[in-house]
C-alpha cells in the first residue's frame, strides 16, 4: 500500500499538469496562425494530450483501487468519460479527417468535451487531493517526466506516420489541423458563427458604414461609395476554428484608406450584431473591409453587404457585416482573447 501510493500521487500529479497544459496549448493553438508557430503549438499540444495516455496504464491501477473503496464514484467515472471522449475525438480530428455528424464535428466534440472536463477535473482533484513534495523536485522525477514525453512524442510521431502512409485525411491538414474547403469557390465554403450570433438581414440599399476618427466627425459611407473604393484584390485563407479553411479571392478596400494611419490606441471593427474585434492600430494596411469573394458581392451568410478579411488572423477575427470601424484610445489587448458572443 505505502509502495505503491508514491508512485500514484506522482502519476495523479503528472496527470493534473498534462490536463492543464493540454488545456493551455489547445486555446493556444486557437490563437495563432502561421506555418512555423502554428505547427509548434499543435504538435506540443497533440504530444501533451497524448501524454495523458502514456500515463493510462498506471492510472487504472489507481482508478481500480479507488472504485473498491466505499464512496461516491459517480464524478470521477464521468470525468474519465467526458476526458476519454475528448482523446478519442481530439485524435480522430487529426487522423481521420474533417467527420461531421448532425452538424457537430470531431472538432467541436473535441473541444466541447475539454471545457466540459475543467469543472469535473477540478471536483475531482478537490475530492481527491494530491499534494506535491520538495522531493518531487527529484532527478528521478524529471528522468520520468523525460520518459513519459518521450513515449508520447514517439505516440505522435506514429500517429502521424500511420495518418501519411495510410493516406488518411488527416495527411492534408493545415499546421493549424484545419481541412480545406471550398478554396476558389465561396458557395462551397461553410458559414459559421462563432458562438451565439446569427446572420442578420441588411438593406444593401440603406446600408452606410460608419467610419470613426479620434477628434473628426463620423464619416458615413453608403454602399455605392465603398464600392467605389475597393480598388485591392487579394487572395487570402480564412481558418476558422471549427477546423476548416479556404482560400478566396477579396475585393476590399484596406482599412488605412479609411482610417489613416494613426499608430494610436486600437482599431475596432464592430458588427451590426455587436460583434466586435479590436486589433492594433499598425495593422490597418494589412485590413481590409470586403464587399466581394470571387467576384461576387458577399452573400449574407458569408457577411454581406461588408466584412473584414484579416489575413494571416484565425477566422474569428474576420468580423462580418461590418457596421463600424473605429480609432480607440484601449489597447487592443484589452480585450477577451475569443469573442463572447
Ligand atoms: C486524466 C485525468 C484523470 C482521470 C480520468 C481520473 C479518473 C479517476 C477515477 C475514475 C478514479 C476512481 C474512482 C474514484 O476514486 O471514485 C480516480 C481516483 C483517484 N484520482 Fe483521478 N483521475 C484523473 C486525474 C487525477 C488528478 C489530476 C488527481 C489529483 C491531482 C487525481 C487523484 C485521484 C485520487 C487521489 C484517486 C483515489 C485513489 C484511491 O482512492 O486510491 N486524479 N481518478
Ligand atoms: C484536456 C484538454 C485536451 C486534451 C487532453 C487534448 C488532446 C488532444 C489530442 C490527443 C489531439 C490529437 C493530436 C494529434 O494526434 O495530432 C488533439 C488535437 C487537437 N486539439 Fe486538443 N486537447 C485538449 C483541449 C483542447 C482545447 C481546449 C482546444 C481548443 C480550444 C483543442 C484544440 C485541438 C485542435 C485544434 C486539435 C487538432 C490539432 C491537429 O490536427 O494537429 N484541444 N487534442
Ligand atoms: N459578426 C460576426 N462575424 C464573424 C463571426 C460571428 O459569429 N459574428 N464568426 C467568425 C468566425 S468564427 C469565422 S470562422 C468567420 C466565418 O466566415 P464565413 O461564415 O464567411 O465562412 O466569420 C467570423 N466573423
Ligand atoms: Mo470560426
Same mark, same amino acid.
Given at each position: ?7 500514484? !500521487? ?10 492543464? @497544459? ?25 504530444? &501533451?494530450?497524448? @501524454?495523458?495516455?502514456?500515463? /493510462? %496504464? ?6 481500480? $483501487?479507488?472504485?473498491? $473503496?466505499?464512496? !461516491? ?29 448532425? @452538424?457537430? =464535428?470531431?472538432?467541436?466534440?473535441? &473541444? ?6 475543467? %469543472? ?10 494530491? !499534494?506535491?513534495?520538495? =522531493? ?30 495510410? +493516406? ?5 491538414? +493545415? ?14 465554403? %461553410? &458559414?459559421?458563427? #462563432?458562438?451565439?450570433?446569427?446572420? %442578420? ?10 467610419? =470613426? ?6 464619416? $458615413?459611407?453608403?454602399? *455605392? ?11 487570402? &485563407? ?5 477546423? #476548416? ?6 475585393? /476590399?478596400? !484596406? ?6 494611419? =494613426? *499608430? ?29 469573394? *470571387? ?22 477575427? #474576420?468580423?462580418? #457585416? ?20
Amino acid at each position: 500500500m505505502v509502495v505503491l501510493s508514491r508512485p500514484s !500521487r506522482r502519476t495523479n500529479l503528472a496527470l493534473l499538469l498534462l490536463l492543464a @497544459g493540454a488545456f493551455v496549448t489547445g486555446w493556444l493553438a486557437f490563437g495563432v496562425e502561421g506555418a512555423p508557430a502554428s505547427r509548434a503549438v499543435s504538435v506540443l499540444h497533440g504530444v &501533451v494530450g497524448l @501524454g495523458i495516455l502514456v500515463l /493510462a %496504464p498506471w492510472k487504472t491501477v489507481i482508478v481500480r $483501487r479507488g472504485l473498491r $473503496r466505499r464512496r !461516491r464514484h459517480a464524478l470521477a467515472v464521468a470525468f474519465a468519460v467526458v476526458v476519454a471522449v475528448c482523446l478519442l475525438a481530439g485524435v480522430a480530428h487529426a487522423t481521420l479527417g474533417p467527420l461531421e455528424v448532425a @452538424g457537430v =464535428s470531431a472538432l467541436d466534440v473535441h &473541444v466541447a468535451s475539454a471545457v466540459a472536463a475543467v %469543472p469535473l477535473a477540478l471536483l475531482h482533484v478537490v475530492r481527491r487531493p494530491q !499534494r506535491a513534495r520538495a =522531493s518531487d523536485l527529484s532527478r528521478r522525477t524529471a528522468l520520468r517526466a523525460i520518459a513519459v514525453g518521450g513515449a508520447a512524442a514517439l505516440g505522435y510521431g506514429t500517429l502521424e506516420s500511420v495518418t501519411s502512409v495510410a +493516406r488518411l485525411p488527416g495527411a492534408h491538414r +493545415r499546421a493549424t489541423g484545419s481541412y480545406e474547403v471550398g478554396s476558389g469557390a465561396p458557395s462551397a465554403m %461553410p &458559414v459559421t458563427q #462563432w458562438f451565439t450570433d446569427r446572420v %442578420p438581414r441588411i438593406d444593401v440599399g440603406a446600408y452606410e458604414l460608419l467610419v =470613426s476618427r479620434p477628434d473628426e466627425p463620423t464619416l $458615413r459611407i453608403a454602399y *455605392g461609395e465603398l464600392l467605389a473604393m475597393t480598388g485591392t484584390t487579394r487572395s487570402a &485563407v480564412l481558418d476558422c476554428t471549427g477546423g #476548416w479553411w479556404a482560400e478566396q479571392t477579396w475585393r /476590399a478596400v !484596406r482599412l488605412d484608406t479609411l482610417l489613416g494611419t =494613426s *499608430g494610436y490606441g486600437s482599431i475596432a471593427v464592430r458588427s451590426v450584431t455587436g460583434y466586435t474585434r479590436l486589433f492594433p492600430a499598425e495593422d490597418a494596411s494589412a485590413l481590409l473591409l470586403a464587399t466581394h469573394v *470571387g467576384g461576387a458581392p458577399l452573400s449574407a451568410g458569408h457577411g454581406g453587404p461588408v466584412r473584414l478579411v484579416a489575413p494571416g488572423r484565425r477566422g474569428f477575427w #474576420w468580423v462580418k #457585416w461590418v457596421e463600424r470601424v473605429s480609432v480607440e484610445p484601449r489597447p487592443w489587448w484589452l480585450q477577451s482573447p475569443f469573442p463572447l458572443q
